[in-house]
Each structure stands twice: as C-alpha cells, then as structure tokens.
C-alpha cells in the first residue's frame, strides 16, 4: 500500500495482479489497481481530472490524460472519501504508475494538484 497528502487530500493506494486476464506469451500483463482519496482537509473538494505516467520494466513510458475518475468527477466532503477500482496492462511482467488529479476547492473556486504517489505493478510470482 502507497499512501501521499497533499493539500489535505489523502490518496492511498493498492495494487493486485490479475492473471485470469493477463497472457504472459502475448506480452500482456493485466493489474487492477484500488485507490482512496480522503478529503482530510477543512473544505469540500472536487476530483476534475487525472494524469498518469506508465512505465513498463522495459523503459516504455506512456501518459493517460482525461476528465475525472471512471467516469465522475466526485465531490468529497471533509471526512470522507472516495474509492474506486481501476486498471491497466503492462508488456512486461513489472511496472509502475504515478501522477496527479486537478482538483477544486469548492469554498473558493481554487484550483490545485493532488500527488498520485507512485506504486508498483509486479505480477505475483516476481515476488516469491
């Protein structure tokens, strides 16, 4: 588990193998990944946008780009959160991600970027 905090947003993440939808001889290596964004600061929030950098153990590097998370842009309220499951494939059995969402502070139209701390996608049999 990978957890950052950046102006008040906590983001924790975990990450899991998935070998049922990975085909190894194809070079292609399936991970879902859990994330939580927890609003541990004074004022509503709203998630806009998201950011990625992929890297494959291979030196492929590739950028995701686009408007909310699966589809909504949650508003979180301090104290809460928001958890959502997503994933991504690899052509190599190991990995990483980071990045950053735009976010808003409601109270005040500002707008911000929250730290997507980077984590590891490695297929679970590189780990015995």
Known sequence: MTTAITDGVKITVETQYQPEYSNPANEHFMFAYRISIENVGSHAVQLLRRHWHIFDSNSTHRQVEGEGVVGVQPIIEPGQSHEY?????????????????????????TLFKVTIPEFYLVASYKMN
Do not use: F, W
């Open 85 to 109: 499951i997503s994933g991504c494939n690899l052509k190599t059995d190991m990995g990483s991600m980071k990045g950053e969402y735009q976010m808003v502070r409601l109270m005040d139209n």
